[in-house]
């Protein structure tokens, strides 16, 4: 470590080299859970913008982004979209916005095995509290044992419908072919009911406002794991042969949560299907599977909207200042006992 600091020219100030050593012990990141707290410590690009009306608009109340009221997190992308942060935005006037365009939401999440015994309750009960308040939504559930899927009382403008889908044998292929079922529903349905869709993983429960300041045309999500790493430590495909490869992109996306417009849902869920079928004729398996191409995607089609961590967060990552509200949480894992390979 201290080698490496050695090589760093004397014009540099000391606190870059202390900066370097940090990144250095990212290495051990999952491997050592205390080093976590000093990776929360590395700095965030920042936003370049002076002002919100300068960023690519996903729409016109997107203007009234304040995107110097968090000096501690990077509040926009390079190609001038917004990263939504709590303390960015007036929720109330967002609601506002997208009741008058008549904004509707699909909620698309699989509940397949154990995984819905575990988890879809918890995850319905939360989302009415707390995903979409005032806007017109519907979930659809795509589940192997649609009996099973717990009646929920919904609030007014809500509905859910259930999807059977076949359950496949190892996990990965539950995962990966999601693309394909969600692709569908939007031709044979949500396109013609709703403006948004939003799909999410079942084991996560929502504990805070997941309102309208997510919508655009197309969103993804920092990684809560990721969002102040260095680049290189993204852990992206990196076997050419797939078609998930990728040297080196903007951000790591989670692929737990992503939505925009129908339109651009349906365009990113038949790419990553695309690709992934490609590489199964070519007996390749991306490294994070559908979260491996969900990034290759995210980088050769730039998000509209990128959705800070805190509309995914993991509590093993403890307390953090930039945190200021946990809209969605991951749930315990139970992945021995779940996964079925």
């Known amino acids: 470590m201290m080698g490496t600091c050695r090589k760093i020219p ?26 976590k707290f000093f990776c929360s410590f590395l700095p965030m690009e920042k936003c370049s913008l002076k002002s919100s009306m300068m960023l690519n608009l ?20 390079s190609w001038k979209a917004p990263i939504i942060w709590q303390g960015m935005f007036d929720p109330n006037e967002y609601d506002q916005e997208h009741k008058s365009q008549g904004s509707s939401v699909a909620l698309t999440v699989f509940a397949v095995g154990r995984y819905l015994d575990v988890y879809l309750k918890d995850f319905l009960y939360s989302s009415e509290r707390h995903f979409m308040l005032g806007l017109p939504v519907t979930y659809y559930v795509f589940t192997d044992t649609p009996e099973k899927v717990p009646n929920i009382k919904l609030n007014p403008q809500r509905s859910l419908k259930i999807i059977k889908v076949e359950r496949h044998k190892r996990w990965q292929d539950i995962s990966m072919m999601r693309m394909k079922s969600i692709s569908q529903l939007i ?3 949500i396109r013609n009911h709703s403006t948004h869709v939003f799909c999410f993983d079942v084991d996560q429960l929502f504990t805070g406002r997941f309102g309208s300041e997510a919508l655009g045309d197309s969103v993804a999500l920092l990684h809560a794991h990721y969002y102040r790493l260095p680049r290189w430590l993204f852990t ?3 076997n050419p042969k797939s078609n998930a490869y990728l040297e080196m992109g903007d951000f790591y996306y989670h692929a737990a949560v992503f939505g925009g417009s129908w339109r651009s849902v349906k365009a990113l869920v038949d790419a990553c ?12 398996e991306a490294l994070w599977h559908d979260e491996s191409h969900l990034n290759k995607y995210f980088w050769l089609h730039k998000p509209s909207r990128v959705l800070s961590p805190e509309y995914c967060w993991d509590a093993n990552l403890g307390s953090r200042s930039d945190i200021r509200v946990r809209r969605l949480m991951w749930a315990p894992k139970y992945y021995n006992k779940l996964r079925i390979s």
């Open 273 to 284: 299907h695309r690709s992934i079928m490609e590489d199964k004729q070519n007996n390749v």
């Open 187 to 189: 031709e044979s349905d």
């Open 10 to 35: 004397k014009t540099w100030s000391h606190w870059i080299c202390a900066l370097y050593s940090m990144s250095a012990l990212c290495i051990f990141y999952f491997s050592i859970p205390t080093l």
């Open 236 to 238: 992206y495909d990196q």
């Open 58 to 77: 996903d729409n016109r109340i997107d203007a009234k982004l304040d995107l110097l009221s968090r000096q501690d997190v990077q509040t926009c992308t």
